[in-house]
């Protein structure tokens, strides 16, 4: 079975860009999620997901920052602008449900540098 | 702001020696997680244990959770130059949301 899939894998920007980051979760997964890691900050969950809902985006760091999911099969992370201060690895996971103790899973993360 | 923090930050060990990380996290959970993440790659689960069980296998994984320490450690047994790797440790409330990540352990094999 595909995992989650993630676009694009890597990508290098000018500052001030809009940046499109796009996402595929597992089928049948209920919930998707988008992190955020960098070595400053680590982990951090930006924004979550259920049935296409968004539930919390209280990590979302700035209104630079959006996130839709028109429907259960596609979503994306989208910064406009772009800056500098913005390059990390944005990974995005899906779980089958809310529930406890459900895995998390992850896709290989899109890798961006704004320069 | 981070839920758990690992200790070490960092661990290098010989291959065939045993690894051990701790987590130690701050507020109530009903389970923690453990994920393993490969350089330039997503987080893979490893093993999840509930708040109500101390200690959990998983092949050479074994985990404990101290529920009054607040704290959990990850033991990987006769370790391989495959298992470098940084691990996380991720707790939970009551439902999926919000699971957070701690800050990992980058574990070096030394073959």
């Known amino acids: 079975d595909a995992g989650v899939i993630q676009s694009p894998r890597h990508e290098v920007t000018e500052m001030g860009q809009e940046v499109t980051l796009r996402c595929k979760p597992i089928s049948g997964h209920n919930s998707l999620f988008w992190y955020r890691q960098t070595m400053m900050r680590g982990l951090e969950l930006l924004i979550y997901f259920n049935n296409n809902v968004p539930i919390d985006d209280s990590g979302m760091p700035e209104d630079r920052f959006s996130a839709k999911m028109p429907n259960a099969s596609f979503s994306t992370l989208k910064i406009q602008p772009s800056e500098p201060r913005d390059s990390a690895v944005y990974f995005c996971?899906?779980?089958?449900?809310?529930?406890?103790?459900?895995?998390?899973?992850f896709g290989e993360g899109s890798w961006l540098t704004v320069v | 702001s981070q839920q758990g923090e690992e200790d070490p930050q960092a661990l290098s060990i010989q291959e065939g020696e045993n690894a051990t990380m701790n987590c130690s996290y701050k507020t109530s959970i009903n389970n923690l997680q453990w994920y393993r993440q490969n350089s330039g790659r997503g987080l893979v689960h490893l093993i999840l244990i509930r708040s109500n069980e101390r200690e959990k296998h998983s092949g050479r994984l074994r985990v404990t959770l101290d529920t009054s320490k607040k704290s959990s450690s990850l033991l990987i047994t006769a370790s391989r130059a495959a298992d470098t790797a940084s691990y996380f440790c991720a707790t939970g409330g009551f439902g999926n949301e919000k699971l957070t990540f701690g800050t990992g352990t980058r574990l070096t094999i030394i073959p």
């Open positions: 996971a899906s779980v089958p449900s809310l529930s406890s103790g459900n895995t998390i899973y």
